[in-house]
């Protein structure tokens, strides 16, 4: 599986960045290889715009997910019509971060967790939004006690008390006693290492209506991310492809979209006309359009 994590440097070691559109680099990582492509973030002086370009790159590379800090509306919308699933309120080290995408320790985001132009003028320092476990030192809780020493308890960590937060299922709060962590396992409760690494084990601490949710939880989320392959696997083999639609009804041919269109597929017959020969979907006449006429769908195209 090919996915992105914006990044602060070009390497494994150097932090996740908050910013999705103004992050100084996009790791392209295959997680069974961990192949990496660093890609310096050429986006990230533009005025406007910043995150529709950043989406869009995504789709060209054939990423299946993005990992970030942030995300703000306008990439968000790409990648929702492109089939990539996005991953809010990571943070620490990227290698850290990929291998708790790899033990299905987070879930995509349902909608944008940032405003527009987010981090435009500054680079925040530590936003993590909730519902996502932190990176850090292993056994150690990060945030509100999200339990980085994993074990088995959908996330038990080193903190004292319970449930301050969501992460996957249970897997947020404050932990739950001392922890029954084993290193780097995952918040869901998954043990790191041994014969049943990625599945639960019943140590008896949990009554078997709390293990039953558990998995049921987890069966969920996986069967998620089967139908998104599956989904992107198809626009692949048939040739279909993302670009911009004009809704005639609510366009008033104004020509607005006309100046935003970085490649000049559009143009104004009394109504806008896309060049879908031209068009990328890059979703940025979207943002402009003062009536809400273009929409970006997937279209089929002959090989």
């Known amino acids: 599986m090919k996915i992105a994590v914006t990044s602060t440097g070009p390497s494994l070691d150097d932090n996740v960045e908050a910013r999705f559109g103004r992050c100084p680099y996009f790791l392209i990582i ?4 961990m192949q990496l492509e660093a890609i310096e973030n050429s986006n990230i002086a533009l005025g406007g715009g910043a995150g ?3 989406a869009q790159l995504m789709s060209e590379k054939g990423v299946t997910t993005v990992l970030t800090g942030n995300c ?16 809010v309120g990571v943070s620490g080290p990227v290698r850290n971060a990929v291998e708790q995408f790899k033990a299905s320790a987070f879930s995509s985001a349902s909608e944008p967790s940032v405003a527009s132009h987010f981090g435009v003028s500054a680079t925040p320092a530590g936003v993590t939004p909730a519902g996502q476990p932190t990176t850090g030192p292993l056994g150690q809780g990060g945030g509100m ?3 980085m020493g994993g074990g088995r308890g959908m996330g038990r960590g ?3 008390g319970r449930g301050m937060g969501q992460g996957m299922g ?4 404050m932990g739950r006693g001392m922890g029954r962590g084993m290193g780097m396992a995952s918040s869901m409760g998954m043990p790191s290492t041994g014969p049943a690494a990625g599945f639960l084990e019943d140590d008896g601490s949990q009554n078997p209506d709390q293990e039953l949710a558990e998995l ?3 069966a969920e989320m996986l069967e998620q991310q089967k139908q998104q392959l599956n989904q992107r696997i198809t626009n692949l083999e048939s040739g279909r492809r993302a670009v911009a639609v004009v809704d005639s009804e609510k366009c008033t041919g104004c020509g607005i979209c006309i100046d935003v269109c970085p490649v000049g597929a559009i143009e104004v017959r009394e109504k806008a006309v896309i060049n879908y020969e031209i068009c990328t979907g890059c ?6 359009c003062p009536n809400k006429a273009i929409i970006i769908t997937q279209k089929e195209f002959s090989k």
Do not use: H, W, Y
């Open 216 to 218: 049921k939880q987890q």
């Open 145 to 147: 006690g999200l339990g």
């Open 52 to 54: 529709i370009q950043s």
């Open 283 to 288: 979703a940025a006449c979207i943002t402009e």
């Open 30 to 33: 295959d997680t069974d290889t």
């Open 72 to 87: 703000g509306p306008n990439a968000f919308s790409v990648f929702g019509q492109t089939g990539i699933q996005v991953i």
């Open 158 to 160: 080193m903190g004292g």
């Open 170 to 173: 249970r897997g947020g709060g």
